[in-house]
């Protein structure tokens, strides 16, 4: 089943905000919240915590993107207690003030080209640099307790970007996985996201694969569960396969990474890959196109 709508999704998680920008809530003695959203979220999550009178313990950030960090400053206003969380890697990149002016740009951008305004109504940014601090730095197999049973196992699942890291929801069996779980297009069609290491990225959803999941929460296209979040991930698989060795295809024809990123770009970005605004979906083509052309010289 595929669930596109905000709402509960399993005994312990729901997802708030919009399908293509959702933060999931789960819910123990404690609540954690995955992912901040972009800034632009910053009206819905305001009339979330309203409404429930919700208190945050964490926020569990699954990479450093822009589109994953950008409402941690509503967030801190909202619940100046919630822990931080993230991988050493996010913390590092985090605390850069280059990282920061990039993340800040991007949501700037982004404000204007997802109109989310339209729909939720428009407040000034609000994104200091201490915003995006990690507060608890984890690792593999480390484990956040929400009491009542509830808990957030952490996987290191690098390949999207160096600091990728899933949560694994216990016991409902729901992995969340930033965008290290690609972008479901359709049912056999899913956007690479290997913009930082191919090999890490297919090894990262091999270790996914061998999970025993109820469903996949995935970073901009709502959930997956059962037997769509397994044909999910296969195919997954399969397609970085695909891309892999279509851009390592132009690069033997002699093409460069700024001509090889154009026609790719006119190939993919149509349907629901528009959801994502174009300066980003090139950003990431660009990037897969200098992963294939750096690593396909080590592939055995
Ligand atoms: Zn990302």
């Known amino acids: 089943m595929w669930i596109n709508q905000p709402g509960q999704i399993s005994e312990h998680a729901s997802m708030l905000g919009s399908m293509a920008f959702p933060c999931y809530l789960i819910k123990g003695e404690r609540s954690a919240l995955i992912d901040a959203g972009i800034t632009s979220l910053a009206p819905l999550l305001r009339q979330e915590f309203a409404r429930d009178k919700l208190i945050l313990n964490y926020v569990l950030v699954t990479h450093s993107h822009f589109d994953h960090v950008g409402g941690l400053g509503v967030i801190r206003e909202l619940a100046p207690r919630a822990i931080v969380v993230g991988s050493a890697k996010a913390t590092a990149l985090l605390s850069k003030r280059k990282v920061y002016d990039f993340i800040l740009s991007m949501n700037r951008a982004g404000e204007e080209s997802y109109q989310l305004a339209n729909l939720i109504g428009q407040e000034q940014i609000r994104l200091q640099p201490d915003d995006l601090r990690v507060d608890r730095v984890v690792g593999q197999g480390d484990v956040i307790d929400l009491g009542q049973g509830v808990s957030l196992e952490v996987h290191l699942t690098p390949g999207h970007t160096k600091c990728s890291v899933s949560y694994l929801l216990k016991p409902d069996r729901v992995l969340f996985g930033g965008d290290g779980l690609g972008a479901h297009l359709s049912a056999d069609q899913v956007g690479s996201q290997f913009t ?17 999941l109820a469903a996949i ?3 901009h296209q709502g959930v997956l569960t059962e037997n769509d979040a397994d044909r999910h991930i296969k195919t997954a698989i399969r397609c970085a396969e695909e891309h892999f060795a279509a851009i390592s295809q132009e ?8 001509e090889i990123t154009e026609i790719l770009f006119d190939r993919h970005y149509k349907g629901i890959a528009l959801m994502e605004p174009e300066k980003a979906f090139r950003i990431n083509l660009q990037a897969m196109v200098n992963v294939v052309s750096k690593e396909q010289s080590t592939q055995g």
């Open 217 to 219: 929460g995935l970073p």
């Open 196 to 212: 930082s290491s191919y090999h890490k990225y297919i090894d990262s959803l091999r270790k996914i694969q061998k999970m025993d």
């Open 251 to 258: 690069l033997a024809d002699g093409k460069s990474v700024k």
